[in-house]
C-alpha cells in the first residue's frame, strides 16, 4: 500500500559520500507525522538513470528502523537517486508516500603516473595525472597540483594524446630535497577526488658526460680543441651550462663556453710547437657541480683531464 496517513514527510539528507572504487554514500531523514504514530521502519529506495530506471520500485532496501543507512557496493561511475518512506508494523505495512529525491553522483579519482614515487628527478619535470570520472567527459575536469605543502595550485593541461592531465616542473629550484607532489580533480559538478601523492629526490647536480678532442696544425702554433657535454643527474643533456677549466701549455684560447641546445660546448688552445701535447682539465660547472661523477663513453679521458697531442 503507498500510502499511510500519519506520515506526512520524510526528508532525505546526502550526509557523505565516497570516491571509492566501489563507492558508497551515507543518507539520513527524519520523518513527520499528523496523530498517533506507529512508524516501525523505513525503506530506501534507489533508481539509477543511465540504466534506464526512470521511476522507483526495482530496488528497495529494509533499513529497519534506523535514521540513517550506508549505502555500499554501488556501482562506480553510475548516478544513484534516492528516496524514503516510513511504514508501519502492520501486515502487510502500511507505508507513507516518497520522501523528496536525492542524487548523488561519484567524485572523480586521481591517480599522479608521473613522476614515479620514490625516483630522483631533474631538469624539467612531466607531471602527469590519470582521472576516472565515468559520468563525466573526459578532460572537463579541473586538476591541479601542488609542490610541497605551499597551498599554491598550479593548472594541469589534459593531453588527449597521453590521456593524462599534464604540466611541467622546472625542478632546479629544490636540489637534493625530497619533494612531495600531490593533486587533485574537481569534475564539472564540483565533486572532488581524494588527493593523490607522490614522492619523489630532485637531484640536479651536473658532471661531465664526454670530452672529445681534436688537434690542427700550425706554425709556431698548432690548435687543440676539446668538446664538452654536461650532463645532470639522469645522464640528460643539459643546455645553457657554464664550464670553466685550464689549458697546460696554452699561448692563447678560450677555457670557458657555455652549452648549446643539445648540451655541448667547445674550447680550443694555441699550443707553441715545441709542446707535444696540452691537457684541459674540467676544474667548475656553475651550479651544483659533481665532479666524482664526470665520465667519458669513449675512453679517452675519465670525463675530467683530457690530453690532446700535436697532430
Ligand atoms: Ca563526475
Ligand atoms: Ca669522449
Known amino acids: 500500500m503507498r500510502w499511510f496517513a500519519r506520515v506526512v514527510a520524510v526528508v532525505v539528507i546526502l550526509l557523505a559520500s565516497s570516491a571509492a572504487s566501489a563507492w558508497e554514500v551515507t543518507l539520513a531523514w527524519d520523518y513527520d507525522y499528523i496523530g498517533n504514530p506507529s512508524v516501525t521502519g523505513f525503506y530506501l529506495y534507489y533508481r539509477r538513470p543511465a540504466l534506464l530506471e526512470p521511476v522507483y520500485g526495482q530496488h528497495m532496501i529494509d533499513v529497519g528502523n534506523n535514521l540513517m543507512f550506508l549505502v555500499a557496493g554501488m556501482q562506480y561511475g553510475l548516478k544513484y537517486c534516492f528516496v524514503a518512506t516510513a511504514h508501519t508494523a502492520d501486515v502487510p505495512p502500511e507505508e507513507s508516500g516518497y520522501s523528496n529525491e536525492i542524487c ?26 590519470a582521472v576516472t570520472d565515468p559520468d563525466d567527459v573526459e578532460g572537463t575536469q579541473d586538476v591541479t597540483f601542488e609542490i610541497n605543502t605551499t597551498g599554491k595550485w598550479i593548472a594541469m593541461i589534459w593531453n588527449a594524446g597521453s590521456q593524462r592531465y599534464e604540466a611541467t616542473w622546472n625542478t632546479t629550484g629544490y ?137
Open 104 to 129: 548523488v553522483r561519484p567524485s572523480p579519482k586521481a591517480t599522479m603516473t608521473n613522476p614515479i614515487a620514490g625516483t630522483t628527478v631533474a631538469g624539467i619535470q612531466l607531471v602527469q595525472v
Open 175 to 311: 636540489v637534493g630535497q625530497s619533494v612531495a607532489l600531490t593533486a587533485i580533480a574537481v569534475d564539472p559538478a564540483g565533486f572532488v577526488s581524494d588527493p593523490t601523492s607522490t614522492t619523489v629526490t630532485v637531484d640536479n647536480r651536473l658532471h661531465i658526460g664526454n670530452l672529445d678532442r681534436s688537434a690542427s696544425l700550425g706554425n709556431p702554433y698548432w690548435m687543440a680543441t676539446v668538446r664538452i657535454q654536461v650532463h645532470d643527474s639522469l645522464h640528460i643533456p643539459v643546455p645553457n651550462a657554464s664550464v670553466s677549466g685550464s689549458w697546460t701549455n696554452m699561448n692563447s684560447g678560450s677555457s670557458a663556453c657555455i652549452t648549446d641546445g643539445t648540451g655541448w660546448c667547445t674550447v680550443s688552445a694555441q699550443i707553441h710547437k715545441k709542446f707535444a701535447s696540452t691537457t684541459f682539465k674540467v676544474t667548475n660547472i656553475s651550479g651544483s657541480y659533481q665532479a666524482s661523477a664526470n665520465h667519458d663513453p669513449d675512453g679517452e679521458s675519465n670525463g675530467t683531464a683530457i690530453t690532446v697531442s700535436k697532430p
